[in-house]
């Protein structure tokens, strides 16, 4: 895996570097303690850390990791630009 990847639609790089470890922009997490987190990033793939992926059967795949976690990773940085 590069240190790049597609994230709905727009190239971005990890924010620690790592080219093992994943990012995301988009976390949903419920209230309850432990909180629940859900990354709902579209990528072109799935990172190796996610154990459940899904993705659609068209010719540029989009696909999302549905596993949950008590955390989502770090944000993804925009090239150019941090991305809120």
Do not use: H, W, Y
């Not at 990354?39 to 154990?51: A, E, Q």
Request: charged share 20%.
């Amino acid at each position: 895996m590069s240190l790049f990847e597609t994230v709905d639609g727009k190239t971005t790089q990890a924010v620690d570097g790592d080219a093992n470890g994943s990012c995301c922009n988009l976390c949903r997490c419920t209230r309850s303690i432990p909180p629940q987190c859900q990354c709902t990033d579209i990528k072109s793939s799935c990172d190796s850390s996610c154990s459940v992926c899904r993705c659609t059967r068209s010719i540029l795949p989009q696909c999302s990791c549905m596993d949950i976690k008590d955390s989502c990773a770090s944000p993804c940085l925009e090239l150019g630009s941090e991305r809120l």
